[in-house]
């Protein structure tokens, strides 16, 4: 009986503890990262830089490069930067912008790359997608997930409460992203992968239903396994679809049509699946997920986050074109703008109920 099964794209390294960093020399040296030690380090000028003082001393192999933003230019000019360098891999040092511009660039060059997290503000540190802006605002580039994720947990203590909090908003909003993808199994017959919905679920549930605080080590800890795990399971789909759903319409039409005054990702993703949860008809889902966001100190309606109710609306209704041939619950729905705001006020309402 021949052996049926499927070869999943994954890192070969999740190194996530306390301490971590003080091993990032090691990991590096492992042959299936660096052959000669000859690495590309790729630094914000934030988080990143502050390190730098503490690690190059690991790294005397290393030649390092400051990323200004998140930007699609400045991931091209790092890219150009390092393609005369043969090095190995490169290592993306700092918060999501950074690691983005760092996957784009290394795709860009052949590069393996390794992730190095300061904070935890969304599943960018495990995905095979670069979120980088460009002159059309903000754009989606398909790249080859990490080969390494290193997380300390010290550093991520140490990183604005408002960072990491946002992480667990996108982690939680699987949820929706999910039960969005089910709903194009039943009406469109779109197909599924059982595998990846259940490990970017899974990711999302243990958030959810975890007691503890931003404090716990044990809850920054399943926030970064939840944050790989749904990386991961894009890589199984072979697209976003697993943790992107109506949730994440919603956020890149605020992005698109109020750029100077969006929130943090996992802030508006958070906001996005608790309201697409309530338009699905699942009170008590809705319900458990407003709860968690607010035990963590995240924003649960659009007003907290600097958002009118005819703002939100407007984005609502606009979501749907973010992401052509993506069917949701706003596609199913087909809402026009007096019938979202309607249910934005229902579901402000059981909020503040």
Known sequence: MPVLTRLIPSPVVV??????LDDLATVLADQRLSTSGRIAVAVSGGSGAALRGRLEPQLPGADWYSVADGTLDS?????????????DAMVGLGGGKVIDAAKYAAARVGLPMVAVATNLAHD?????VSTLDNDAGRGSYGVPNPIGIIVDLDVIRSAPKRFVAAGIGDAISNISACADWELSQ???REPVDGLA???????GEVLLRHPGTLEDTELLTALAE?????????NIAGSTRPSSG???EISHALDI?????SAQHGEQVGIGAAFATFLRGDREGSGLIVQTLARHGLPVTAEEIGFSEEEFTAAVHYAPQTRPGRFTILEHLDLDTSAIRDAYSDYVHAVNS
């Open 15 to 20: 190194d996530i503890r306390a301490g971590a």
């Open 226 to 234: 939840s944050l790989v795990l749904s990386g991961i399971s894009m």
């Open 257 to 261: 049509l109020y750029p100077k005054r």
């Open 75 to 87: 991931a091209v000019l790092l890219a150009d930067a390092v393609r005369a360098g043969h090095y």
């Open 197 to 203: 919905i259940a490990m970017a679920r899974s990711a």
């Open 124 to 128: 960018g540190i495990c995905s095979p």
């Open 246 to 248: 109506a949730c994440h």
């Open 186 to 188: 039943r009406v469109t």
